[in-house]
């Protein structure tokens, strides 16, 4: 149980165009679902918290007319990076938060790599 | 200042050996302290997490060990084993929210 999905796992793309990055909950359904960048051999940092039916939060620093989050239900959160350049380029991950007891615990998608030449 | 300090940054262990990775917090509004494994490529899975009011918790090989008082909380892994060789994230929650706070991982790498 508590699998997420993303796709696509990977992307290559052309600077100025838009990219749409899904992430879904495959057994549970998820309220809050969050994304995170990871460049390499780096933490992961946390960019917006999503939560269905609701505008996203970001994180400070994060442009939210570049990347914008749609978390249409409650199993499916998208993240679309607009205009994209080639410091965009890094793995973009999802989270869920899936119930488990009194606590809610994340779990995470596999990652998407962006390459944007 | 929420922060998450994750020592050592890399690691080298024996098969069969204990591999310990640390963690310190400075914010004490923290409830929740997972640690994720990530192989490269993937994305992280949730290993073992601990909450504040028990001082160790132990799964299997894993076992986290949390000091309320020194803001520290540390991963053992016992008898390490090449399928080990990843890296690991511990993390921080704020009270009330989901969402995490990641310490700058730790590369382990397990040699037979």
């Known amino acids: 149980g508590a699998v997420v999905s993303q796709h696509p796992s990977w992307v290559i793309c052309k600077s100025g165009t838009s990219v749409k990055i899904e992430c879904r909950s495959l057994d549970f359904q998820a309220t809050t679902m969050f994304w995170y960048r990871q460049f390499p051999k780096q933490s992961l940092m946390l960019m917006a918290t999503s939560n269905e039916g609701s505008k996203a939060t970001y994180e400070q620093g994060v442009e939210k007319d570049k990347f914008l989050i749609n978390h249409a239900s409650l199993t499916l959160s998208t993240l679309t990076v607009t205009s994209a350049h080639p410091e965009d380029s890094s793995f973009y991950i999802c989270s869920a938060s899936y119930r488990r007891g009194t606590y809610n615990e994340q779990f995470f998608g596999p990652g998407t790599r962006l390459t944007v030449l | 200042q929420q922060q998450v300090k994750q020592s050592p940054q890399s690691l080298i262990v024996q098969k069969g050996g204990i591999s310990i990775i640390n963690c310190a917090y400075e914010?004490?509004?923290?409830?929740?302290f997972p640690w994720y494994q990530q192989f490269p490529g993937k994305g992280p899975a949730l290993l073992i997490a601990i909450r504040p009011d028990v001082s160790e918790k132990k799964e299997g090989r894993f076992t986290i060990s949390f000091n309320k008082s020194a803001k520290q909380f540390s991963l053992h892994i016992m008898d390490s084993q090449p399928g080990d060789s990843a890296t690991y994230f511990c993390?921080?929650?704020?009270?009330?929210?989901?969402?995490?706070?990641f310490g700058t991982g730790t590369r382990l790498q397990v040699f037979p």
């Open positions: 914010n004490t509004a923290f409830d929740y």
């Open positions: 993390a921080a929650s704020p009270y009330n929210t989901d969402k995490l706070i």
